[in-house]
């Protein structure tokens, strides 16, 4: 039984999602081997909001990254950067957290400042 849509256009639509680098749709596998294109997207696109005690600022700009794991390693280190940049202000950024949006702008992954902080490490 093959797993290919019903019809041509949801293939087309499922093929153009995977080579304009979107993030894969739920329900929707991005790479069964029946619909995979000739090369595979490298990137796709991200984008890595701020979530504050006032308010969501929008990342005006997405970020490519291969994959989510990646994405959420580049929000790791943004707030580990911003936590750092508010001590020496003297403000406490540990309640913010980055939300990773898809290019649906839908959220696929929330990360709080809190995560980013490495424990000490047990000897």
Known sequence: MSK????????????????????PR??????????APEHRAETTLYYLNLRTESGLVDAPEG????NLQTARDAALAKAREMIAEGDQKG????????EIMDRANQRVLTIPFANALDPKPSR
Do not use: F, I, T
């Open 26 to 35: 739920s329900g929707h596998p991005s790479h069964e081997s029946s619909l």
């Open 91 to 98: 403000e406490d950024r540990r309640g913010w957290c980055v």
């Open 63 to 66: 970020e490519r990254h291969p």
């Open 4 to 23: 290919a849509p019903k019809h041509p256009s949801q293939r087309d639509d499922l093929k153009r999602w995977d080579d304009e680098g979107g993030a």
